[in-house]
């Protein structure tokens, strides 16, 4: 392994941390679910937009906001997803949460079969099988009626994450970026008139900007400057390290218990996604 290439794992990974850290915030929070994923999306979004702008070698305020019409249909698509994944933290365990989404490789694949007519490996069938094995297993732990709205949410939020990758190939001149931080500003201001707005206590408000900051500014900056470094498979697979670390957060933290169900559950998901990632990339060795 090169050093650029030593370099661009450590990046990804530390996006990962970076991304692990979401549902910590909203414990430590007194907002609502309006009011959290407003400032999170204004932080976050300015960040993105900076680090964007500071990347560019021609540099052009006007720039900024002159968007694609895929870029405009990707950003709505992942306010939706934003918006599902912020709200799934406050009606379930970070645990449940974050390993519903280490089933997006395989749910992206079922979407590319639906809509673009991207035919599944036989692999890619069996892991679907074993990754929705370990979501009907969580949902069967499921403690309460909250936990299966989160569920859904969670699921939700995994579904439009896929998504994005489909539109992605359907707009492939679309910029990640720009993308990412037009996404923050449409939740931002869909959630406004819902939202406490400016009453937020000080202390909680620092909170939201830390949030903002570190869970999208600092983990989509770094990972746009790691991945450039590794290959497709090595970002994906690091990339999923921020599953199992979320729920490690959680419980050393603020003590959120890890229930058999989920922890069972999380091991057929990430099971199978990394199954399915790896077979992938052999495959697409051999085919080149």
Known sequence: ???????????????????????????????????TLLWRSVFGGFVVMAIYYFLQEKKSIAGLFRFSKGEIVIAVVSAIAMSCFISAFFYTTIANVSFIYGAVPLVTMLLAWALLKDYPSK???????????????????????????????AFLMTFFMASITVLAK?????NASKCAYLSAFIAAI???????????????????????????????????LGVSR???????????????????????????????????????????????????????????
């Open 230 to 288: 590794v290959s497709a498979l090595a970002a994906a697979l690091v990339g999923l390290s921020e599953i199992p670390l979320a729920p490690i957060w959680a419980f050393a933290l603020f003590g959120e218990a890890i229930t058999g169900a989920t922890i069972l559950g999380g091991i057929m998901i990430l099971s199978a996604s990394i199954i399915y990632i790896m077979r992938s990339s052999n495959t697409n060795k051999s085919n080149s």
């Open 190 to 224: 869909f959630v406004f008139p819902f939202s406490e707005g400016v009453s937020v206590a000080a202390v909680d408000m620092t909170w939201l900007a830390v949030y903002g900051v570190i869970n999208v500014g600092l983990g989509f900056g770094v990972y746009l």
């Open 123 to 153: 692999t890619g069938v069996f892991a679907s099988l074993i990754s929705a094995s370990g979501i009907f297993i969580l949902a069967w732990g499921g403690q309460d009626f909250s936990d299966y709205v989160g569920l859904l949410l």
């Open 1 to 35: 392994m090169t050093r650029s290439e030593t370099y661009g794992i450590i990046l990804v990974l530390i996006a990962a941390l970076s991304w692990s850290t979401a549902g910590l915030f909203t414990r430590v929070v007194n907002t609502d679910i309006p009011t």
């Open 170 to 174: 359907y707009f492939p001149s679309a």
